[in-house]
């Protein structure tokens, strides 16, 4: 069994793979990592890949692979993916070297990768295997949390998904002002990197808030929500000698 590990700014994502089939899914909230060693008996394990965008995260859960007889593949900017890249690796995160790994082996067409996470990412694959580059947004939380710390009476609430574009109380206002500039606004990247690139993609999303874009942009046609985790499988496998 391989076990990969995502280590995302606010959830970490375990996944026990069987091959490339995968066995055993648990999300953790990354914050928690600090207070109890990792459940590495769930499922057997003989390999482990491991990808963060939160070093303190990384050191914390490569200390207790180590404790528990693990080393762990590590994926950094001189990780061999079998994709060519024109964006500096050392300033791609290791999140979204899964993404263009996993987008490109599961799909092998030229796609479009939206991640909805803390952040916002937008990925571009070929199906020749390059990443093209990609663009990074404020993702919904982080859009309700900067308004409600820049002003003095805007509330602080958890994202939900609007019923209409029209909002009637401050709540909603705020709620369907968010959704509306996300998805407007990823619409029109699509539509920009399509018309400068002269190709059709294939738009997966990916993240936790997926689903609640999944019906605004009309452009997406996938909702993947374990593509990072099969990019990290094949990292291991790729890089296993």
Known sequence: MILTILIGNTNTRLTWFQGRRIRHRLVLATRSLAARPLPLTAQPVAGVALASVVPEATAIVCRDLVQ??????????????GLGFRYNRRQLGADRVCLAVGAHRRYKKDAIVLDFGTAVTVNVITGSGEFLGGLILPGLGMMLNALAQGTAQLPAFAPAQPRSVLGHDTKGALRCGVFAILSGGLSHIIRRIEEETRRKYLVVATGGDAR??????????????DLASRGLVELFYINRR
């Not at 528990?68 to 993916?81: Q, Y």
């Not at 609640?212 to 929500?225: E, G, P, W």
Request: glycine residues 8%; positive net charge.
């Open 68 to 81: 528990s007889g693990l080393r762990p593949l590590v994926v950094g900017p001189k990780t061999e993916t």
């Open 212 to 225: 609640r874009f999944r019906r605004r942009i009309k452009a997406i046609r996938v909702v993947d929500q």
